[in-house]
């Protein structure tokens, strides 16, 4: 800005550059840092999405475009996935983390496969340390990952040592 230009007294009136530095930083401060690259989805929204339709849009950009994700399934991270609605879709880095809980797993799919976009890369990760290697292999095909005419998933990596699937879309 010019020495002679005002200061824009509102958020919206600055530049985009500065609302997402801003944005970056408030979320933050409101989730403290993330020592080991990732948010956990555990808490309810920043408060900063609740301001208006287009701060939302424009610090949903920065927050899940950005960011690692982890998801438990848990009623929080369905609560997520609802309030997100089709802003899903936004998510770059998602990581699942599955129970013994079959039903909770047909519900987070449900919801989330057909809403994210096709460069999300899918990773289902073994949360319980009682569920074996071969209960993560089947557990995806219990929820109907594999059918590719639903849901149009394909595995790109097994690691049973790791206890992770990492599926992509298939593209049209």
């Known amino acids: ?4 230009t005002p200061f824009p007294k509102s958020l919206l009136a600055m530049p985009a550059e500065i609302r997402n530095t801003v944005y970056e930083l408030v979320v933050s401060v409101e989730w403290g840092p993330t ?16 301001v208006c339709r287009q701060v939302r849009s424009e610090a949903l950009d920065v927050f899940l475009l ?21 802003d899903v879709a936004r998510f770059r880095f998602l990581i699942l983390f599955i129970d013994l809980d079959i ?15 096709n460069q ?5 990760r073994n949360a319980a340390a009682s569920l074996s290697s071969r209960q993560l292999e089947e557990l995806p095909n219990a ?5 590719v005419d639903r849901y149009r998933w394909t595995v790109v990596k097994e690691n049973l040592v790791t206890r992770e699937i990492i599926f992509r879309q298939i593209r049209p």
């Open 120 to 124: 999300l890369e899918l990773r289902i």
């Open 35 to 50: 020592s080991q690259n990732y948010f956990v989805l555990d808490r309810p929204l920043p408060a900063l999405f609740r």
């Open 143 to 147: 929820v109907g990952l594999y059918d």
């Open 103 to 117: 039903a909770a797993w047909q519900k987070y799919l449900e919801a989330l496969l057909p809403l994210v976009s």
């Open 66 to 86: 950005r960011n690692h994700f982890h998801v438990y399934t848990s009623n929080i991270g369905l609560k997520w996935l609802h309030l997100l609605g089709r």
């Open 1 to 4: 800005m010019a020495a002679d």
